[in-house]
């Protein structure tokens, strides 16, 4: 079996309580098997579910500023919500617990007024299943980002970057263990947008409301994706006497993509606590609402993250992660998939 995976299943799924049987069975399919995945119907952006959060320790926040070049400008706007962690396992993680984005997080880095760098990282949190935090190897490896692009002249393509960013964590042993997937974005003053992938982070580009540009999900089966990860040998032996395997992947596996930007277009940079539960039509809609209105970027991005929080707490709400779980189990579920959601808006002007 797989460990260091995502947790398995929202809290909303199981309202239907699955048979034992029936779980362990899917949960051979799930880690067994790389299956392709499809969501099974049309869905709508809207949400019954109330839209007050309930954890008082945990609030969205939110910043946003500016790097501009003679060829384009960049408007960054940044949102982000830790999920709710009142489950048992969570009382000895302290870390994530205390972290304002959880285990996920995210860098900006306008390097001069020609360049930015952004990308956002999600630690894996199936490993609070074994008593783990993967809130630091998401962290760390952000600000190893940050640090090397502003400190440096080079231009860094997003795997080179990257790589870099792992190896300071391995040498500098900063992270006991965990696993993280990463998404990064090196926007030029030409327009290029070059992006690098490894997991199920994402990046979009929507153009008039409307997507033209996407990276693609990397997984090895249902809510298990790529991932980089940092585990001690003894526990990678322990696991091999159980014959266990880790989920752990190289900066290289990374997907390399490049796209010619225009004014205007919308970039944004998300953690799958987004995609989990919206899907790309759901972000047009949103975005032919809002971007014209008189909203500021960052007061869009803000709403944007609290309708998806909103939504991942609804047990009706059709998300893509509950019709996905409902094709491969073979009958409906719905809900909300909860989780740590962070989102990087980047506008083009």
Same mark, same amino acid.
């Given at each position: 079996?797989?460990?260091?995976?995502?947790?398995?299943?929202?809290?909303?799924?199981?309202? /239907?309580?699955?048979? *034992?049987?029936? @779980?362990?069975?899917?949960?051979?399919?799930?880690?067994?098997?790389?299956?392709?995945?499809?969501?099974?119907?049309?869905?709508?952006?809207?949400?019954?579910?109330?839209?007050?959060?309930?954890?008082?320790?945990?609030?969205?926040?939110?910043?946003?500023?500016?790097?501009?070049? !003679? @060829?384009?400008?960049?408007?960054?706007?940044?949102?982000?919500?830790?999920?709710?962690?009142?489950?048992?396992?969570?009382?000895?993680?302290?870390?994530?617990?205390?972290?304002?984005?959880?285990?996920?997080?995210?860098?900006?880095?306008?390097?001069?007024?020609?360049?930015?760098? @952004?990308?956002?990282? !999600?630690?894996?949190?199936?490993?609070?299943?074994?008593?783990?935090?993967?809130?630091? %190897? =998401?962290?760390?490896?952000?600000?190893?980002?940050?640090?090397?692009?502003?400190?440096?002249?080079?231009?860094?393509?997003?795997?080179?970057?990257?790589?870099?960013?792992?190896?300071?964590?391995?040498?500098?042993?900063?992270?006991?263990?965990?696993?993280?997937?990463?998404?990064?974005?090196?926007?030029?003053?030409?327009?290029?947008?070059?992006?690098?992938?490894?997991?199920?982070?994402?990046?979009?580009?929507?153009? !008039?409301?409307?997507?033209?540009?996407?990276?693609?999900?990397?997984?090895?089966?249902?809510?298990?994706?790529?991932?980089?990860?940092?585990?001690?040998?003894?526990?990678?032996? @322990?696991?091999?006497?159980?014959?266990? =395997?880790?989920?752990?992947?190289?900066?290289?596996?990374?997907?390399?993509?490049?796209?010619?930007?225009?004014?205007?277009? %919308?970039?944004?940079?998300?953690?799958?606590?987004?995609?989990?539960?919206?899907?790309?039509?759901?972000?047009?809609?949103?975005?032919?609402?809002?971007?014209?209105?008189?909203? =500021?970027?960052?007061?869009?991005?803000?709403?944007?993250? !609290?309708?998806?929080?909103?939504?991942?707490?609804?047990?009706?709400?059709?998300?893509?992660? /509950?019709?996905?779980?409902?094709?491969?189990?073979?009958?409906?579920?719905?809900?909300?998939?909860?989780?740590?959601?962070?989102?990087? *808006?980047?506008?083009?002007?």
């Amino acid at each position: 079996m797989f460990i260091g995976i995502r947790q398995h299943v929202p809290r909303t799924v199981f309202r /239907s309580m699955v048979p *034992v049987l029936f @779980a362990f069975t899917l949960y051979v399919l799930l880690t067994v098997f790389d299956l392709d995945y499809k969501t099974l119907s049309q869905r709508s952006f809207s949400s019954s579910a109330g839209s007050n959060n309930s954890n008082s320790w945990s609030s969205s926040s939110s910043s946003s500023y500016s790097a501009s070049s !003679d @060829a384009f400008n960049y408007q960054v706007a940044i949102a982000y919500q830790p999920k709710d962690r009142n489950e048992p396992i969570y009382a000895k993680l302290k870390e994530s617990l205390q972290s304002p984005t959880g285990e996920d997080s995210y860098f900006v880095a306008p390097r001069s007024s020609s360049e930015l760098y @952004a990308g956002v990282a !999600d630690g894996i949190g199936g490993w609070a299943n074994h008593g783990y935090d993967s809130t630091a %190897i =998401s962290r760390e490896l952000c600000l190893a980002m940050k640090s090397i692009t502003l400190n440096s002249s080079k231009d860094i393509a997003p795997k080179e970057l990257l790589q870099m960013a792992f190896s300071s964590l391995l040498n500098e042993e900063k992270v006991e263990v965990g696993g993280t997937t990463a998404i990064v974005a090196h926007l030029k003053d030409d327009g290029t947008l070059n992006v690098s992938n490894l997991g199920d982070s994402w990046c979009g580009v929507f153009r !008039d409301c409307k997507l033209t540009f996407e990276t693609k999900f990397q997984t090895v089966g249902f809510n298990a994706p790529y991932q980089l990860a940092i585990i001690p040998k003894h526990i990678i032996e @322990a696991a091999e006497k159980k014959n266990g =395997s880790f989920i752990m992947n190289k900066p290289t596996d990374a997907d390399d993509y490049s796209f010619k930007l225009q004014k205007n277009d %919308i970039v944004v940079l998300a953690t799958d606590g987004v995609t989990d539960n919206i899907a790309v039509e759901d972000m047009e809609l949103f975005l032919k609402d809002k971007i014209e209105s008189s909203q =500021s970027l960052q007061d869009i991005t803000q709403e944007f993250v !609290d309708k998806v929080v909103t939504i991942s707490k609804d047990p009706t709400f059709p998300s893509v992660f /509950s019709q996905e779980y409902s094709k491969l189990a073979g009958q409906y579920y719905s809900g909300g998939k909860e989780d740590d959601i962070t989102v990087v *808006v980047i506008k083009v002007e």
